[in-house]
């Protein structure tokens, strides 16, 4: 599928699922040095973006590293090994509004098919809640099938704010049969006939 960059827009914190760790599972914060783990994780789990460097780290968090531990998390296995990272993160100006981000989220390879998707996406989510955030957006890529349908089991809606997003989201829908994801084409191009069939001044 073509590569192409997608947001997603949750408008409230309300009734976010619950999905509990598997037992031995747990959440630990971001200690000084995991750049160094964090930049493993996305190199083992990344299919996409060949790049991942301790550049990348510092251009999505290096302007607040002390809000880090706060905002940072890993995955740790039963048998202590970081397995994943999930960012409970921030936009202050997007739409002119402060938003809470759900930032980054992988599992490596070994730990993949094992269900821990959902509960670390709810553990960011609750995090964000407990920040003060209200709403919450993220931004993704449209061959990520497996995560953008974990996205909208959590409420998150698609970003279809010009030809280029209806286009990007036409190419998810035909590979990923969503009940969320196909209602909200639908009300887009209702919109646009809406628009398109509004009398003119002339």
Same mark, same amino acid.
Do not use: N
């Given at each position: 599928?073509?590569? &192409?960059? &997608?947001?997603?827009?949750? %408008?409230?914190?309300?009734?976010?699922?619950?999905?509990?760790?598997?037992? #031995? @599972?747990?959440?630990?914060?971001?200690?000084?040095?995991?750049?160094?783990?964090?930049? !493993?994780?996305?190199?083992?789990?990344?299919?996409?973006?060949?790049? &991942?460097?301790?550049?990348?780290?510092? !251009?999505? @968090?290096?302007?607040?590293?002390? /809000?880090?531990?706060?905002?940072?998390? @890993?995955?740790?296995? %039963?048998?202590?090994?970081?397995?994943?990272?999930?960012? /409970?993160?921030?936009?202050? !100006?997007?739409? #002119?509004?402060?938003?809470?981000?759900?930032?980054?989220?992988? $599992?490596?390879?070994?730990?993949?098919?094992? #269900?821990? /998707?959902? %509960?670390?996406?709810?553990?960011?989510?609750?995090?964000?809640?407990?920040? #003060?955030?209200?709403? /919450?957006?993220?931004?993704?890529?449209?061959?990520?099938?497996?995560?953008?349908?974990?996205?909208?089991?959590?409420? @998150?809606?698609?970003?279809?704010?010009?030809?280029?997003?209806?286009?990007?989201?036409?190419?998810?829908?035909?590979?990923?049969?969503?009940? $969320?994801?196909?209602?909200?084409?639908?009300?887009?191009?209702?919109?646009?006939?809406? $628009?398109?069939?509004?009398?003119?001044?002339?």
């Amino acid at each position: 599928m073509e590569y &192409i960059q &997608i947001s997603m827009l949750r %408008p409230d914190m309300e009734r976010v699922p619950r999905h509990p760790l598997p037992e #031995g @599972f747990t959440m630990r914060t971001y200690r000084q040095g995991d750049k160094a783990t964090w930049v !493993r994780i996305w190199r083992e789990a990344e299919p996409f973006i060949k790049d &991942i460097s301790p550049a990348t780290f510092d !251009r999505e @968090f290096g302007h607040d590293l002390p /809000a880090m531990p706060k905002r940072c998390y @890993f995955l740790v296995a %039963p048998d202590g090994r970081d397995a994943g990272t999930a960012s /409970a993160w921030y936009d202050r !100006r997007y739409a #002119g509004k402060r938003w809470g981000v759900l930032h980054w989220v992988a $599992v490596v390879p070994d730990f993949q098919g094992m #269900g821990l /998707a959902k %509960p670390m996406v709810a553990f960011a989510m609750d995090r964000l809640r407990s920040l #003060g955030h209200r709403r /919450a957006l993220l931004r993704t890529q449209t061959p990520r099938l497996g995560a953008i349908k974990v996205y909208l089991d959590f409420g @998150f809606l698609p970003e279809i704010g010009s030809q280029e997003a209806l286009r990007a989201w036409s190419l998810v829908r035909d590979a990923l049969p969503h009940p $969320v994801l196909a209602e909200a084409l639908k009300a887009q191009t209702r919109r646009q006939r809406s $628009v398109a069939d509004e009398p003119t001044d002339e």
